[in-house]
């Protein structure tokens, strides 16, 4: 059995950080990009950031480009999400996603797995 799970979420004022991580089991994603996303209450769930098998491409939504940075471990088949510069627009359920494709890896549809989600707020 598949399975993500997010850890790393909390409260935090702007201007912050936090490093968000999920840890995958059931199988390895070490061959598959792995993406982060992230769902506002009353929005569509968003792309926040990718990273590809090998770890040397990675894909950022403008809005988070140059706060946030997404890298894996692919020993440990986990990805990291490193968010500073924090913003209150950043505030979401953020979610890891594994098993879609790099060329889509921007598209929430092309994911087979999903987490539970992580709740990141920011405090102005």
């Known amino acids: 059995q598949v399975q993500l799970v997010e850890s790393g979420g909390g409260l935090v004022q702007a201007e912050g950080s936090l490093r968000l991580s999920c840890a995958a089991s059931?199988?390895?994603?070490?061959?598959?990009?792995m993406g982060w996303f992230r769902q506002a209450p009353g929005k569509e769930r968003e792309f926040v950031a990718a990273?590809?098998?090998?770890?040397?491409?990675?894909d950022y939504a403008d809005s988070v480009k140059g706060r946030f940075t997404i890298s894996r471990d692919n020993a440990k088949n986990t990805v990291y999400l490193q968010m500073s510069s924090l913003k209150p627009e950043d505030t979401a359920v953020y979610y890891c996603?594994?098993?879609?494709?790099?060329?889509?890896?921007?598209?929430?549809?092309?994911?087979?797995?999903w987490g539970q989600g992580t709740q990141v707020t920011v405090s102005s």
């Open positions: 059931g199988r390895t994603f070490s061959s598959s990009p």
């Open positions: 996603a594994a098993g879609g494709l790099w060329v889509e890896a921007r598209n929430v549809y092309a994911y087979a797995y």
């Open positions: 990273i590809n098998w090998g770890g040397d491409y990675t």
